[in-house]
């Protein structure tokens, strides 16, 4: 692992796979992102979600509105990365879901619930930044 540093916001990022150069652009707005992510609630033994146990990752064109379990703290997380990058993301619940807390699908049929008021970990890898999404 990476030297762990904390972001203005207070989101905790520690990179593992840093990716510079090629012709590939990094996440920004208008450009569809895929990330493989398995997510949990700090301190639990499971994920809440494992999108590699699904065999496909969460796509969403970044700027634009997004879905659980797609949160504010994995957008500025992802921000730049290339395909390739990885990065353990620990997003505060202000940057997460608050006391809301969310429900998303993670498989037919199958849900997860994020508690309100978590600390949420992600541990991704960045697949693919694409503009061909329209």
Do not use: M, Q
């Amino acid at each position: 692992d990476g030297v762990a540093r904390t972001a203005a916001s207070g989101l905790i990022i520690n990179d593992e796979r840093v990716v510079t150069g090629g012709t590939s652009p990094g996440a920004a707005d208008g450009l569809l992102v895929g990330v493989h992510v398995a997510v949990s609630v700090e301190g639990a033994a499971e994920p809440l979600l494992d999108t590699r146990a699904r065999g496909r990752p969460i796509a969403w064109v970044f700027g634009k509105a997004y879905a659980p379990p797609v949160c504010e703290g994995l957008v500025e997380g992802v921000e730049g990365l290339k395909p390739g990058a990885k990065r353990r993301l620990v997003v505060p619940p202000s940057l997460a879901f608050g006391a809301k807390g969310a429900i998303f699908e993670i498989g037919d049929d199958a849900y997860a619930k994020v508690p309100s008021n978590a600390t949420l970990v992600y541990n991704l890898e960045v697949k693919s930044v694409s503009p061909n999404w329209s």
